[in-house]
């Protein structure tokens, strides 16, 4: 590997060890073996090099819930038993020491204070609504139209986001897949059509 993607591997694993806002330029340096010149020179800032980590760290993620990887076991794409076999994976994520959903919360946070962290991880949260349609509806990724990004995979992204508060903020009241389904399931039964 390279300084650069040295920097990035160090990046992550200072995310997942100390946050956002306490891993230091120094601290990035000291765990990728590189030196502090590299950090402008391949990324810019600090800040810049911890969003691409972070948003790397998404991708790592959401590989492992490929609409065709081995964390599906062959649920009917867009069923109600995918709907919850995909919660049970995410959150089974989250109980993990060092959870990266934890560092997503404080970024969330600190998005107002870092408006060029703000304006990268918007477009990344873009993508990640189109790579979250394919795990609950199967398809590919390169398929996801415009409108299904602005309806489906908001709707999916903002479940997610408030399923990651809960779990980081009261993980013992927080909801597990099956309440999750059985809540999707009520909806629907009472759900009227519009007139």
């Not at 599906?72 to 060092?98: H, K, L, Q």
């Not at 609950?136 to 990004?149: A, I, L, S, T």
């Not at 908001?154 to 389904?181: H, R, V």
Request: one cysteine or more; charged letters at 25%.
């Amino acid at each position: 590997m390279g300084h650069r993607e040295d920097l990035l591997e160090g990046a992550k694993r200072c995310l997942l060890a100390k946050g956002f806002a306490r891993t230091t330029a120094r601290d990035i340096v000291k765990e990728s073996g590189t030196n502090l010149a590299s950090i402008g020179y391949h990324y810019g800032s600090k800040d810049a090099l911890l969003a691409q980590a972070y948003v790397a760290l998404v991708g790592d993620m959401s590989q492992a819930f490929d609409a065709e990887g081995p964390a599906m076991s062959g649920t009917e794409p867009g069923s109600v038993e995918r709907f919850r076999e995909v919660w049970a994976n995410i959150i089974d994520t989250m109980r993990e020491p060092g959870s990266m959903w934890r560092l997503s919360m404080e970024i969330i946070v600190m998005g107002d204070q870092l408006p060029e962290l703000r304006d990268h991880l918007a477009l990344a949260q873009r993508e990640a609504r189109r790579g979250l349609i394919p795990m609950f509806m199967g398809g590919r990724e390169e398929d996801v139209q415009e409108k299904d990004m602005d309806t489906l995979g908001n709707f999916i992204l903002t479940l997610m986001t408030g399923l990651i508060a809960q779990w980081t903020f009261d993980p013992p009241s927080a909801p597990e897949a099956d309440e999750l389904a059985e809540g999707l399931r009520r909806f629907i039964e009472v759900a009227r059509p519009a007139q």
